[in-house]
Antibody, heavy 124, light 107 residues
Framework: QVTLRESGPVLVKPTETLTLTCTVS??????????VTWIRQPPGKALEWLAH?????????SYSASLKTRLTIYQVTSTSQVVLTMTNMDPADTATYFC??????????????WGQGTLVTVLS | DIQMTQVPSTLSAFVGDRVTVTCRAS??????LAWYQQKPGKAPKLLIY???TLQSGVPPRFSGSGSGTEFTLTISGLQPDDFATYYC??????????FGGGTKVEI
């Protein structure tokens, strides 16, 4: 059974760096055809894609253009974890953060399954 | 990045209705489009990928069509369990993904 679980702080202060971890099971991060992505959803608003990774090589990662300067994504294959860091947090970054598996190989990119999400609040 | 425009943002319907949601891409995405259903407090659930391929376990009343820049999600015979918010997503693993703004299907 494939599962993903997000973990990280519930509360961060403005200007701090957020570090979120997605722990996966049921598949291997060493498989180059499968990736992991991060998405967020502010309360009551739409989904926003943040970043995805297929390996730690730079050409196998992609970032949202609007957040690229603040995001870093990497994976630790030995512990089955994908980490997302976001610098200079602001109250506007308050959201539920989801990770999901990227399916479909070379011509793919659909997301299944998703983790349950973790709510991060930015408050001084 | 490719922009995805979803219409309408809200849709009111009755049980049994046929409803259609449209998603438009700012440039051609071939058939690299997925649809998701999200209920309050839950993670999204994959319904359709490659624009028209039904995910395993999803009822056949859901269907998708389109290619290039215009896509539709159709629910034929709306059921009480279908009242939710629906999102489209464009993908290409070699570049950025993006989502539409969502369509809330209300009773």
């Amino acid at each position: 059974q494939v599962t993903l679980r997000e973990s990280g702080p519930v509360l961060v202060k403005p200007t701090e760096t957020l570090t979120l971890t997605c722990t996966v099971s049921g598949f291997s991060l060493s498989n180059p055809d499968i990736g992991v992505t991060w998405i967020r959803q502010p309360p009551g608003k739409a989904l926003e894609w943040l970043a995805h990774i297929f390996s730690n090589a730079n050409d196998k990662k992609s970032y949202s253009a609007s957040l690229k300067t603040r995001l870093t994504i990497y994976q630790v294959t030995s512990t089955s974890q994908v980490v997302l860091t976001m610098t200079n947090m602001d109250p506007a970054d308050t959201a539920t953060y989801f990770c999901a598996r990227v399916e479909g190989g070379d011509a793919g990119g659909w997301l299944d399954p998703w983790g349950q999400g973790t709510l991060v609040t930015v408050l001084s | 990045d490719i922009q995805m425009t979803q219409v309408p943002s809200t849709l009111s319907a009755f049980v049994g209705d046929r409803v259609t949601v449209t998603c438009r891409a700012s440039q051609s995405i071939n058939s690299w489009l997925a649809w998701y259903q999200q209920k309050p407090g839950k993670a999204p659930k994959l319904l359709i990928y490659k624009a028209s391929t039904l995910q395993s376990g999803v009822p056949p009343r859901f269907s998708g069509s389109g290619s290039g820049t215009e896509f539709t999600l159709t629910i034929s015979g709306l059921q009480p369990d279908d009242f939710a918010t629906y999102y489209c997503q464009q993908y290409n693993r070699y570049r950025a993904f993006s989502f539409g703004g969502g369509t809330k299907v209300e009773i």
